[in-house]
């Protein structure tokens, strides 16, 4: 819906609850690919998964959180002469008295120990200690372990990178996946154990890798949601209202080990989502929208959950559930706003956790999309301007405007009048249905520019046309 303009300078803002406003350094959108490296994935189609049936008095399992000084204790009924495979995301407690580490155990007397700093094998290889950085948020917002394990051989993966391969000490040893200690506390999540053939290790799955992939943070969630210890949940008749960084024309990449009491709505980009159930799913704004009955969310109301893989782009969107791929498709409308979320929960709650939103840098050696000419702020050789005030109807807490309804921000700053300048800031409206939301922001004069969620106009500015548009 087109809004007339308005002659009144000072009407510059209507149904604007508020706008974040982040001056600086931006990291540059890079691309997508497909290459997931050689981390080990499982895969239900054909893979074998072993369930925890246990863990010790000192350990309570739904996360796994296993007290200071204690060890996990985990039982399964993984055979003694297995090749296996273990991934999940551990967190060490942030003690200062002492410093926080976890042994993982992988065979009888062979396990790895982790602390922020660096690692040791301990009956694995040389046994040195060596300083590492890959472990270096493992008290802030964890790290995903991979382990590969034979009778002979051990192989572990930190977010994606492959930090060592050797073998072991005493080849032959008894299967024994656990925390065999740890010093201040350890939470271990999404934790998987299974054994599977060559197709285990081959998955095209995505998966975060630190080292070559940029990760995006939760920046915030919705009043009705909660985001604490890296646990989303999202009560019933209720969207997340995830809020990232993330471009609005990123190619990207999220996942998340997904549970529902009942039924959920996952969105990828603007007005496209997929409704899962345990029974199946529907597709929501691509060219093959319908249900799909399917077991592949079979076991998503269970504690485990499923783990939930999207790899998005403007064209293009692919789902993975717990390493199978259940979809790749087309979207049916061009150039849709990246919009990853849990856009709603149907009859129940929502719990997601180790979520991963990221983009990629191309290393399978296709070429990238080209770079956006986007300006991007500059320490070195720009000047940066404060906001020195706002006006008496709005606030500016914390790097934050906020600005009520029918008002205008009344930014003040000692930018020079006749200025060539650059202005970046993060705009969220309000969501009133009893009227169109929309916002006027000023950049000269008499000139601004018109923005609601369906299109634009600029005003004083080229042919003031109004353009329907999905970029807002």
Known sequence: MRIKRFRK???????????????????QYTGMTEAAGDEPQYNQETDQLYEIMDVG????????????????GITTNLPADAEYYITMRVKLGTDTT?????????????????????????????????NSAAFSEIQTEGVR?????????????????????????????TAKPDITWNQGGVTLSSIRIWTGGEESSVSDEPQYNKETDQLYEITGVGA?????????????SSGAGITTELPGNAAYYMTMQVQIEDIVNIGTRSGSYINIQPGGYELVGTINDGWVSSTAFANIGTNDGVKITVSSDVESLIVWADGEKI?????????????PDITWSFGGQVTAK?????????????????????PQYNQETDQLYEIAGVGADSTYTDGVIATPDSAGA?????????????????????????????VNIGSRDSAYFQIQSGGYQPIGIGDEAWVNSAAF
Not at 11 to 24: K, Q, Y
Not at 154 to 170: M, S
Not at 331 to 337: G, I, P, T, W
Not at 355 to 372: F, L, R, Y
């Open 98 to 130: 002492s410093t926080p580490f976890v042994n993982i155990g992988s065979r009888d007397s062979a396990y790895f120990q982790i602390q922020s700093g660096g690692y040791q094998p301990i009956g694995i290889g040389d046994e040195a200690w060596v």
């Open 354 to 374: 180790s979520i991963q939103i990221w983009t990629a840098k191309d290393s399978g050696g296709e070429e990238n999309p080209p770079e956006s000419d986007e």
């Open 327 to 339: 979809i790749e498709t087309q979207y049916s409308a061009a150039d849709l706003a990246a919009a």
């Open 57 to 72: 008095a000192d350990s309570t399992y739904g996360a796994l959180v296993t007290a200071d000084s204690a060890s996990a």
């Open 224 to 236: 009705d949601s909660t985001y604490t210890d890296g646990v989303l949940t999202v009560p019933a």
């Open 9 to 27: 300078a000072k009407r510059r803002c209507s149904l604007l609850l508020a706008i974040v406003l982040v001056i600086g350094c931006f990291v």
């Open 145 to 173: 372990i991979t382990m590969h394990s034979t009778p002979e051989q051990f192989q572990l993966w930190a977010d994606g990178v492959k930090i060592i391969e050797a073998a072991y000490k005493n080849a032959g040893e």
């Open 410 to 438: 009344g930014i003040t700053t000692e930018l020079p009048a006749d200025a060539e300048y650059y202005i970046t800031m993060r705009v969220k409206l309000g969501t009133d249905t009893t009227s169109t939301p929309f």
